[in-house]
């Protein structure tokens, strides 16, 4: 599991890492922009490392500075809005999850309108904004559905157990008692009993065809012949 947990940390970090120069990238080059608007950058994409361990703040944080930095400088994509999108929709409940809609809407809308951007980025911004919510549920969904083993973080792993079928009343007293660890076992035997009982009924036994042999040692009656007299 430890592996496991490094590699997530290597894709949160390079999430963030992209994230950042996506967003950072087109402030310094071809010609840097001033301070405060690459300071909004970072403050719009650096957070995301921390999505997480708090995905609202992490989303209201980098959408605030966004909101702010596109009245002066308006980069291709909002990279950091639309990660904290995703990993709201991915990792928080249902209610906290349905409950962020008109909260994105509101924030993404005015985003938009104050800045007075045309129809086509309207749809492109709107687009994008959907499908990072529709993957953050659809990769939540998948994850809640398969079985998962211990993590070890913090005990929130999702476990699955399987039940062993409990046995009908009174069939460990039947078959003799203990546990139902050796319960095919003692039902084989049981079978095999009935089996061996009901050959011994069944069984033909010779037709007496004359008289038995008689066994050494023991006495054999004779009949006496009546005694003619003269």
């Given at each position: 599991?430890?592996?496991?947990?490094?590699?997530?940390?290597?894709?949160?970090?390079?999430?963030?890492?992209g994230?950042?120069?996506?967003?950072?990238?087109?402030?310094?080059?071809?010609?840097?922009?001033?301070?405060?608007?690459?300071?909004?950058?970072?403050?719009?994409?650096?957070?995301?490392?921390?999505r997480?361990?708090?995905?609202?703040?992490?989303?209201?944080v980098?959408?605030?500075?966004?909101?702010?930095?596109?009245?002066?400088?308006?980069?291709?994509?909002?990279?950091?809005?639309?990660?904290?999108?995703?990993?709201?929709?991915?990792?928080?409940?249902?209610?906290?999850?349905?409950?962020?809609?008109?909260?994105?809407?509101?924030?993404?809308?005015?985003?938009?309108?104050?800045?007075?951007?045309?129809?086509?980025?309207?749809?492109?911004?709107?687009t994008?904004?959907?499908?990072a919510?529709?993957?953050?549920?659809?990769?939540?969904?998948?994850?809640?559905?398969?079985?998962?083993?211990?993590?070890?973080?913090?005990?929130?792993?999702?476990?699955?157990?399987?039940?062993?079928?409990?046995?009908?009343?009174?069939?460990?007293?039947?078959?003799?008692?203990?546990?139902?660890?050796?319960?095919?076992?003692?039902?084989?035997?049981?079978?095999?009993?009935?089996?061996?009982?009901h050959?011994?009924?069944?069984?033909?036994?010779?037709?007496?065809?004359?008289?038995?042999?008689?066994?050494?040692?023991?006495?054999?009656k004779?009949?006496?012949?009546?005694s003619?007299?003269?």
């Open positions: 599991m430890i592996a496991a947990r490094r590699v997530g940390r290597a894709v949160d970090a390079g999430l963030a890492v994230v950042v120069l996506a967003t950072v990238g087109p402030l310094l080059l071809p010609d840097p922009k001033p301070w405060w608007i690459i300071g909004l950058g970072l403050l719009a994409s650096v957070p995301v490392w921390w997480r361990r708090a995905p609202i703040v992490v989303a209201v980098v959408g605030a500075a966004m909101s702010v930095m596109v009245t002066r400088e308006k980069p291709f994509l909002p990279f950091g809005p639309l990660l904290a999108v995703y990993t709201i929709a991915d990792l928080s409940p249902t209610w906290k999850r349905l409950a962020a809609i008109p909260v994105i809407v509101a924030a993404v809308g005015s985003s938009l309108v104050l800045p007075g951007e045309n129809d086509e980025t309207f749809r492109l911004v709107g994008a904004f959907v499908a919510y529709a993957l953050g549920t659809s990769a939540g969904r998948a994850a809640r559905e398969l079985p998962s083993w211990p993590s070890g973080r913090g005990g929130g792993s999702r476990s699955t157990s399987r039940r062993r079928p409990r046995s009908a009343p009174g069939s460990r007293e039947h078959l003799g008692g203990g546990g139902g660890a050796d319960l095919p076992g003692r039902l084989d035997a049981v079978h095999a009993r009935h089996v061996h009982v050959e011994d009924h069944v069984r033909p036994r010779p037709i007496d065809s004359g008289p038995r042999p008689s066994r050494p040692g023991s006495r054999q004779t009949a006496r012949r009546p003619s007299r003269r």
